[in-house]
């Protein structure tokens, strides 16, 4: 039976088992009743998840076999979405459809992050929006996903202290990240006593999946455990997360999960210890050792911010097949120039404390971003 007094297990709906090609409804019930069944309540999904499905099969595997106040759902609204301020609750009254509800437990605007999803929220009032809605009794806790800067983040919270909680990306992999800013983003949330559920703790199966040398320490620490135990345990350890999502697909990675989270175990020391052995195992990647000092970016006649598409090219040579990099790379070549747009002067070289070879890095980051559009 779930026991852990911090955090939750949350069931992330975003990976369902599909079965040709639609979504596996008998194996979604089995992983459900299993869930349900140790104790854990929290479902995650969103208005885009699996063309809209995934909404819908709540409605089936939950809502129709399970009491109302068993449970808890949590959706999102996606600003991509909103061209009026009539859109809000034309899609809002859609997804109370599709699940077969009366209220949402858990309401959150979608990957609120810099720039055109953040300004579309604000420009169609939509936090005043939940509030409203809230205030009705069809949303009980109003928050919002992120992906955004920490400046961005401590700028909502001043502005919106309405917000009762924020979903964030946060595993070990991801602390010290200059692009994902896992543990910069906590400390802001810790020291506003905001409640934190977490997305990705295993980075959408990598670290489930680890070089052998790095599962070598995990599985000497801990022989019964699973490599992906560990990214979960590290998530939990931390005082202020609320529920931690897992986008699970089949029923061995709810079965490995339930155990993880079954009389939870929080990091010891030795387990400290362990990780961190093995991250430096993981991270022994040839890194690009730019300071940031931005010395480059002046002078650059075609206004590329050097330092931040190092800052994507490192992530991208440390997790190859991870997405985000690339969501960093196109947000931030939307205000500045593109890697490819190196006119090779050599006024960066010339100025770079660190006699970075620029040049040659930008075609790489060129090849990794650019050709990948």
Known sequence: MYDFDSAMLGFGLMRL???????????????????????????????????????????????????????????????????????????????????????????????????????VYEKYDC????????????????????????????????????????????????????????????????????????????????LAKVVPEAEKVFKEARPGMSVASWALRFVGSLPGVKFILSGMSNDEQMDDNLKTFTNFERLTDSDKEALEKAKSIMFAFDLVPCTGCRYCVDGCPSSISIPDVFTALNDKRKFPHDNRPNFYYNGLTAKYGKASDCLECGQCEGVCPQHLNIIELLKEASEKFDNAL
């Not at 301020?85 to 459809?97: A, N, P, S, T, V």
């Not at 990306?169 to 905001?194: E, F, M, P």
Request: net charge negative; with cysteine; glycine share 6%.
């Open 127 to 206: 936090f005043n929006w939940a509030m409203e809605k809230k205030a009705q009794g069809k949303i009980k806790t109003f928050g919002f996903s992120f992906h955004g800067t920490p400046a961005l983040l401590e700028k909502i919270l001043d502005k919106h202290p309405e917000v009762e909680f924020v979903q964030i990306q946060l595993n070990y992999a991801d602390w010290n990240s200059n692009l994902i800013n896992s543990g910069k983003l906590y400390k802001i949330l810790t020291d506003r006593s905001i409640p934190i559920t977490v997305m990705e703790p295993v980075k959408g199966g990598t």
């Open 17 to 119: 088992p599909e079965k040709d090609g639609v979504i596996d409804l008998e194996t979604v019930c089995s992983m459900v009743d299993k869930y349900m069944a140790s104790g854990n309540t929290y479902f995650d999904t969103a208005y885009i998840y699996h063309g809209g499905n995934s909404e819908k099969v709540v409605k089936d595997a939950i809502v129709a076999r399970y009491p109302r106040d068993s449970f808890t759902l949590a959706t999102k609204l996606p600003a991509w979405c909103i061209h009026s301020f009539e859109d809000r609750d034309k899609i809002f009254q859609e997804q109370l459809d599709r699940m077969g509800v009366d209220y949402i437990d858990y309401y959150l605007l979608h990957s609120v992050e810099d720039g055109n999803n953040y300004d």
